[in-house]
């Protein structure tokens, strides 16, 4: 970001320009996601967006890393305050909160992902939110099960973060027409638990 908002005015301004970049990229997809049409959608001159974003990749990464750190915050939060009873009912309370990026705009998840990809610093921070989510996973695991706290190893770490990102991918995918069918629910929620469990997988029954 070009300037940071130092009043309630100027905060106001910026979240209007993050919410009309998240509008348009959730029903016009990314042909509209210019600077100018952002200005347009949150009713404000284009200098005035200037002030704050010197260019579209700038506010990308801003509403990025906004969601970043507000799903990183209710997702700890979730899993130190559950008072879940099993490793499974868990999970599946973490992952419903976490398909809900962007108030579960799934649309508005699919082109960001499409225009970060190249983006190695942004991916990485989204990296890290996600191994700190499934560390936290991990400990409140443990402390159901009554285990000892101990690391998970670097392989065991990558194979339950890419877990975590492929249930959350797939369940989000079609989170508005219900379409993924309780069977494959299954598969992801066991995938992930067994990852977080560093166990090989025995069945899914």
Excluded: C
């Amino acid at each position: 970001m070009r300037r940071t908002p130092s009043q309630k005015r100027s905060e106001s301004t910026v979240d209007d320009i993050s919410e009309a970049a998240i509008q348009l990229l959730d029903t016009a997809g990314v042909a509209k996601f210019t600077t100018n049409h952002v200005a347009e959608r949150a009713g404000v001159s284009i200098g005035s967006l200037y002030r704050y974003f010197p260019d579209k990749g700038a506010i990308l990464r801003h509403i990025v890393r906004r969601e970043i750190k507000k799903m990183r915050t209710r997702a700890l939060a979730i899993i130190a305050g559950s008072q879940a009873s099993d490793a499974k009912t868990l999970i599946d309370e973490i992952v419903v909160h976490s398909v809900q990026n962007f108030g579960g705009r799934d649309a508005v998840v699919f082109q960001i992902r499409s225009l970060i990809e190249d983006d190695n610093a942004l991916l990485q921070e989204i990296r890290d939110a996600q191994i700190e989510v499934v560390q936290n996973l991990h400990e409140k695991m443990m402390d159901i099960a009554e285990k000892r706290r101990s690391s998970m190893s670097k392989a065991a770490l990558a194979a339950a973060v890419d877990a975590f990102t492929t249930a959350v991918q797939t369940l989000a995918k079609h989170s508005s027409d219900k379409s993924v069918d309780p069977e494959t629910r299954k598969r992801l929620i066991f995938s992930l638990l067994t990852a977080l469990s560093e166990e090989e997988p025995k069945s899914q029954y």
